[in-house]
């Protein structure tokens, strides 16, 4: 058993950022999940670890042993990829790595920051937290990142590539209602992605993405040779105290800088008889999910269309929670509701057969998972959405939307140019001209 991190609460605030910039600078791997720019709830965590493995044997029906700790004291951080969880329950996939679950870190070094109540703990191994602390202690004081530009005014802009143009992927929608309309399925998660060849600098990419559009469940990971940056706006899974909890995500609508428009926007996201059948199906499907691993009866609906607004976008969001079978693992856990409902559709294993068949090409890291997993069966997973996968000369963003009887090919088309042009513009890339917004609005 890896040797338990040790815990040191410092007396002052330290910014995030700091810690982040000082580790990321003389560490090969390195990760930050991030409440958010300005964040003054929930957690932080940015830290460091030795490459390992997706931790199965992990159980989650404990109960946390201290309360007064932060949520993560020590364990695994790292993604878990579309494919790796699409093979696990029998469905085909295309561009299977390696079949490890993804890819993870043990972690060593650790700085855990408490939005709400403002405090900083050091976690580290034993013969090493005071020196680590010491290192943290020192950047007391010191500020979050100078300001900067959105954009490289000595770079050209580039222009990212689509799988699908807009048309194809209107055909695809109406493939989905077929499939609906014969039974086969009742909602499909459709994606597709855009591609921005060329070098980026993952950090910059990131400070842009953060700043254009925070998120509870920000992160940036950097394993081997691949970086995860993510804004994602949706937690997939969170474990403490035995209970799990699911927040699935089904609904969006782009934000006004008009007061007036931006509330009617709201108001008709959280009307919408689609969405709103939309979001229903998942919440449905995450219940039997998690009814697989929790005991007989607890399975709950704490929120149901609960509308939530970010920078971007508005969102439709509902929150799902059960308490844990005696014995459940991580292992069991996901094999019960990996990939999420949110990103497949319903019935699953159908659903995930037919989207291998139409979007002809691996999703890869984007609508998997990322977060951790900590040694006493705590665990927050969020959904890798909103999100940018650098590995080499080129940049991956994916995005896409679950399709019902009732969706709307055009509607469905530009909600895909709403979630993809953020992302792409923290790559200081812009869409392909038939994606762009003026001409799909």
Same mark, same amino acid.
Request: aromatic share 6%; net charge negative.
């Given at each position: ?15 995030? =950022? ?6 990321? @600078? ?57 494919? =790796? ?17 993804? =890819? ?12 709400? !109540? ?32 959105? =954009? ?17 992927? $209107?055909?695809?929608?109406?493939? #989905? ?61 969170? $474990? ?9 995500? !089904? ?27 939309? &979001? ?7 219940? &039997?999910?998690?009814?697989?691993? #929790? ?31 005696? +014995? ?7 094999? @019960? @509701? ?30 998997? #998972? ?21 590995? +080499? ?8 939307? +679950? ?13 895909? $140019? ?22 799909? &609005?």
């Amino acid at each position: 058993m890896p040797e338990q991190l040790s815990a040191r609460p410092l007396p002052d605030w330290v910014e995030p =950022s700091s810690v982040f910039g000082m580790l990321e @600078a003389g560490t090969a791997d390195v990760f930050w999940l991030d409440a958010g720019a300005d964040a003054i709830t929930g957690w932080s965590f940015v830290g460091t670890g030795e490459r390992s493995t997706l931790p199965r044997e992990v159980r989650v029906d404990v109960v946390a042993a201290d309360p007064e700790l932060p949520p993560f004291t020590g364990g695994w951080v790292g993604w878990l990829d579309y494919e =790796s969880g699409a093979a696990a329950v029998g469905a085909p996939v295309a561009g299977l790595e390696d079949g490890s679950g993804g =890819s993870w870190l043990r972690a060593t070094r650790v700085v855990a920051f408490d939005h709400d !109540k403002q405090r900083v703990w050091v976690l580290g191994m034993e013969s090493d937290v005071e020196d680590w602390a010491a290192d943290v202690r020192a950047l007391v004081g010191v500020p979050e990142s100078a300001p900067f530009s959105m =954009s490289d005014p000595d770079r050209p802009p580039r222009i990212a590539v689509a799988r699908h143009d807009p048309g194809e992927y $209107a055909a695809l929608i109406e493939r #989905c209602r077929d499939l609906i309309r014969e039974g086969i399925a009742y909602q499909l998660c459709l994606t597709t992605r855009f591609t921005v060849a060329g070098a980026h600098d993952p950090v910059e990419v990131y400070r842009r993405l953060r700043a254009a559009t925070p998120a509870h469940h920000g992160g940036f990971l950097r394993i081997g040779d691949r970086t995860l940056l993510s804004a994602s706006p949706e937690q997939f899974l969170h $474990a403490a105290g035995g209970v799990i909890r699911t927040r699935p995500i !089904k609904g969006t609508r782009p934000r006004s800088i008009d007061p007036v428009e931006d509330a009617a926007l709201a108001a008709e996201l959280a009307t919408d008889r689609k969405e709103r059948a939309e &979001n229903v199906m998942i919440v449905d499907l995450m219940r &039997n999910d998690l009814s697989r691993v #929790c005991e007989p009866g607890s399975i709950r609906v704490e929120g149901l269309w609960v509308v939530e607004s970010y920078p971007a976008v508005h969102q439709l969001v509902s929150t799902v929670s059960g308490r844990a079978a005696e +014995g459940t693992t991580v292992e069991a856990l996901l094999e @019960a @509701a990996f990939p999420a409902g949110s990103m497949t559709g319903a019935p699953k294993l159908s659903a995930m057969t037919r989207l291998h068949e139409l979007e002809g090409g691996p999703r890869g890291v984007y609508a998997g #998972c990322f977060g951790y997993i900590g040694d006493d069966g705590t665990l927050d997973l969020a959904m890798v959405i909103r999100s940018i996968v650098i590995e +080499g000369e080129q940049a991956v963003v994916g995005a896409g939307g +679950g399709i019902t009887w009732g969706s709307i090919a055009t509607s469905e088309v530009a909600e895909v $140019a709403t979630k993809a042009r953020a992302p792409l513009m923290a790559l200081g890339a812009g869409m392909p001209g038939p994606w762009r917004s003026d001409i799909l &609005n």
